[in-house]
């Protein structure tokens, strides 16, 4: 009994000393004018360091209110109500302190002529809910400048010298222009060519899947989105911007953007020319309907997808860096919405020519299990491509419950493409010549894509409850003609000549093939938190493949038929896909779980011999995904995903390939498959006020069975390379980790991030009938530092690295190395509307076993410009490009039992002098 009292006195003590140590706070919302009391106005208590929400409540019918148990510290009020400016003010509380607002009045947004007014200093970043919004005008940027410039001072957020942003430690894949895409989903053009002051808003948040959307069932697909809302009065009119430059030794530039905008009516059109590092829009974005090797893949979600390249046909050259290019790249956009938004609309049009002329250098060591040998090849390029695209959009809601959504894209692309290469062969062992030759590819191809896609999607009267329809249509056309001369020369231990390899062929590829693909999925809301989704997909891929080889005859004359290196082929793959999830969500959890498992027949009939291969697989795709979040800006991710690896028609049965042939790849009918298991974490932790933010990150997987090469290669350097299953228990697997930290240096502008990276893998591959266990790590810190002010700015981030690379048939033969990255920028604006600015990028390779030389070069890249005018609106800059010339082509990389260099030449130093003008005029009529 006495235990029982004393219990009892000591949690009624406990609750009289925290009641005694509490404050509160009290006051009146009300209409700034006309003094009406604001009833059930929102009243927000945050933590002051972190704006973590403490304690909330709602205004009285008399607009009072009263909030209690308050801790000693520094505090946020936040008071929200619809129509009216926001109120905002930092207060203290200490012990028992009763703390009395008075009156706190209210402005409607409509009386405002700038800004919100509120005591306390301007808030610059406000978080409603998952979204993270950033007030644009709080923050000072140039005149004329461009959101990619109002986004460098965003806290939280960081643009590199490529335009990839990075937004509280995650990728941005998205930025839209009030909710919808502009010219795709390439994010530079907007960032690159919107103006900052046209923007009010900048929204950061996770935009959740297109099903999600639509089901209210979330399956946990995120992507990084960013949201440009623009100002009332900068959504109606016309802007745009025209620049031309000429420099030395025949470089120019020029390009032009004109905007229409007539609210919900948005016309763009764009042209950029030039042979200098800028080439306009993301060439590798616009490159991505594009044709390569033959192949068919049964993906991981069940999927059937394949792509031709002919066999023998030359692959698609673009602009990765090697070379020169000369680059024209238009557009053309389009969209609208109409009758209370009922319908909506999105086109756009883009054509792209590049013509690149170059050269590289490869060299290339392959470690067998007794001996080296080393291959030098040295290649002359002159490739044209010219591409047209088009993609058109358009969205019905039927009603409230159902919509219909047609999406269209078109592809035409021809090529004209010519190389020739030297190659020479030697054994490191005695420094012996083992073979030489040359290679010259001719090749004229033209391809088209065509894409199609209907969604139908019925929401029921019953919330969750979902069916939505798929269908989708793929087609293409591949013609090509080439022209393939080889001469190899094969060498004996006493350097004379042993063997004689010459090809004179002419090449004929025809391809065309189709893809039909139906969707039927379902959800359900089981209970309150609980949710289910099944679906069934039936997939038919039909492809035709024509490959005729013909050798010269004496006159010159390309008509004898070689039928070992010609085919006629025809594939047939039909897919049926069943799935089943579940999905939790209850507060700050949310947990999905489920399977899908794929059903496929592969048919390949080669017509010319009348030689049938089939093959059927199934598919299993078990996946988890869990995320836990402790706050809105702090949460925790973990996911699974299990999948079956295919083989794929080249490893078991692959046309022929005689366009090297120093390396001939052959299949293997009898190849199982092979399992793979993936794991991902991921933590985020972001305070606003003080731009503190971590992040970790963490992936590891491995595959059991893997496929995995098995190659042959004799005295004389000649290739034959196949595949065998993994066995013996092995597996291959690899890995990545890493994180980060940073923040603002006190309360200054100032921001700084330290973080590392590492990633590594083991896979396995046979060499002369031996097996080969190859390692490969790599790690290395990052320290960033940045300050971006409206007159003055820099940037600097070092990251040293280090390479491992482990083969065990050949142990001391590695390329394992120092690395250094570092880049940086800097910009000071003068008197008389001057400013200048640098920029370099350092980067530093120590010398392996395998390449005995160092490698560093140090681009430095300035500009000074001056601005004329009232509004700033025409500027003439003179600007150098890798001042130092020492803008060398260069790359080292190690994969099994190959180590290679590559050198090329690319844009090294020029000056430009270039003149540009901004233009606008908004708020003109319609």
Known sequence: MNKHLLSLLIVFSSFYLAKAQSAKILGVVRDSTDNIMLTNASINVLQAKDSILVRFTRANTDGKFNIENLKPGDYLLLITYPDYADYIENFSLAENQSKNFGNINLLLKSRLLQEVIFKGEAVQVRVKGDTTEYDAKTFKVQPNAKVEDLLKQLPGIQVDKDGKITAQGQTVTKVLVDGEEFFGDDPTLVTKNIRSDMVDKVQLYDDKSENAKFTGIDDGVKNNTINLKLKEDKKKGLFGKIDGGIGNDGYYTSQGLLNFFNNKKKFSIYNTIGNTTRTGLDFRTAQKAGVGSMNIDISDDGSVSYYFGGGDAFSNQNFYGEGVPKIINSGVHFENKWKEDKHSINVDYRYGRLNNLGFKNDLNQNNLPNKTLTNANNQNFDNLLNQQKINLNYEFKIDTSSNIKLTLGDTYKKNNDFEKTITSGFNDVNN??????????????????????????????????????????????????????????????????????????QKLNNQVGESYKTSLTFTEKLTKYLSVSTNYDFALNNVRSKLNSFNANGAGDYVNLD????????????????????????????????????????????????????????????????????????????????????????????????????????????????????????????????????????????????????????????????????????????????????????????????????????????????????????????????????????????????????????????????????????????????????????????????????????????????????????????????????????ERNASGNYISQTTFNNIQRYFLTTLSWDFSKFGTKK
């Open 432 to 505: 012996q010549k083992i073979n030489d030759g040359s290679r010259t590819f001719d090749n004229q191809n033209s391809n088209n894509n065509l894409n199609t896609s209907l969604f139908y999607g019925k929401k029921f009267k019953k919330i969750g409850r979902t069916l939505t329809f798929r269908f989708n249509q793929s087609y293409f056309k591949n013609k090509s003609n080439g022209i393939l001369k080889s001469t190899n020369n094969f060498y004996d231990a006493n350097n004379q000549l042993d063997s004689l390899d010459i090809i004179n062929q």
């Open 563 to 890: 039928s070992v290196f010609s085919n006629n082929l025809k594939y047939d793959v039909t897919t049926h896909q069943g799935g089943l999830s579940f999905g939790f969500k209850k507060e700050k959890t949310n947990l999905t779980i489920g399977s899908k498992v794929a059903f496929s027949n592969l048919k390949q009939n080669n017509l010319a011999i009348n030689d049938e291969f089939k093959r059927n697989f199934i598919n299993f795709v078990p996946s988890l995904n869990y995320q836990y979040s402790f706050s809105k800006q702090k949460a925790f991710r973990f996911t699974y995903n299990g999948n079956t690896k295919q083989p794929n028609i080249n490893q078991l049965q692959p046309v022929l390939n005689n366009s090297n042939p120093l390396y001939i790849t052959l299949g293997n009918k009898d190849l199982d498959i092979a399992f793979t298991h993936r794991f991902n974490i991921n933590y985020n932790s972001y305070k606003v006020l003080t731009s503190k933010n971590i992040y970790l990150y963490g992936s590891y997987s491995f595959t059991n069975n893997d496929i995995v090469n098995n190659v042959t290669t004799n005295d004389k350097g000649a290739s034959v390379s196949s595949y065998t299953n993994l066995k013996n228990g092995k597996s291959t697997n690899n890995f990545y980790f890493g994180g980060a930290i940073g923040g603002k240096l006190g309360k200054s502008k100032t921001y700084w991030d330290i973080g590392f990276s590492s990633n590594g893998n083991t896979y396995y591959n046979i060499i002369n009938n031996k097996l080969n266990n190859n390692h490969s790590y790599f790690l290395s810190p990052r320290f960033s530092i940045n300050r971006y002010e409206d007159k003055f700015g820099f940037y600097v981030s070092v990251e040293p690295g280090y390479n491992i690379n482990k083969s065990s048939l050949q142990p001391l033969q590695n390329a394992n190395g120092l690395n250094i990255n570092s880049s940086g920028e800097i910009s000071y604006q003068l008197p008389k509307k001057v400013t200048i600015a640098l920029s370099y990028n350092y980067q530093f390779q120590e010398k392996t076993v395998a390449f005995n030389n160092n490698f560093d070069k140090l681009i430095v890249n300035s500009s000074i410009y001056k601005t004329f005018f009232k509004n700033d609106n025409l500027k003439l800059e003179i600007s150098g490009n890798d001042l130092l010339n020492q803008n060398i082509g260069f």
